[in-house]
């Protein structure tokens, strides 16, 4: 069965850090991608950070760069997303998703999502 478990969700004030974990089972880890992907509340979903556990390659939305860092852990099956400088429109649920092509393709497996708020 194929799991895609996002932790580390959290409430922080503005300026702030978390660090999401997601955790897949059940496919080869190794021939996918692995993207970040959030919606807040009134707003469409919209594609945060992804990481290629093939070669590493990542990619960051512009409203995210240099602020959050992604990172893969192909020997745990983890991927993590270190957000800091965390600022109120960063609020929103956060969800991992899989995809066996690349960073751009259509995302086979979801996660249920871990909630961030960010105070200000």
């Known amino acids: 069965e194929v799991q895609l478990v996002e932790s580390g969700g959290g409430m922080v004030p503005a300026g702030g850090s978390l660090r999401l974990s997601c955790a897949a089972s059940?496919?080869?880890?190794?021939?996918?991608?692995i993207g970040w992907f959030r919606q807040a509340p009134g707003k469409e979903r919209e594609g945060v950070s992804c990481?290629?556990?093939?070669?590493?390659?990542?990619y960051y939305a512009d409203s995210v760069k240099g602020r959050f860092t992604i990172a893969g852990d192909n020997a745990k099956n983890t991927v993590y997303l270190q957000m800091n400088s965390l600022k109120p429109e960063d609020t929103a649920v956060y969800y991992c998703a899989a995809d066996p092509t690349s960073c751009g393709g259509r995302y086979d497996y979801w996660g249920q999502g871990t909630q961030v708020t960010v105070s200000s």
């Open positions: 059940g496919f080869t880890f190794d021939d996918y991608a």
């Open positions: 990481i290629s556990s093939r070669d590493g390659s990542t």
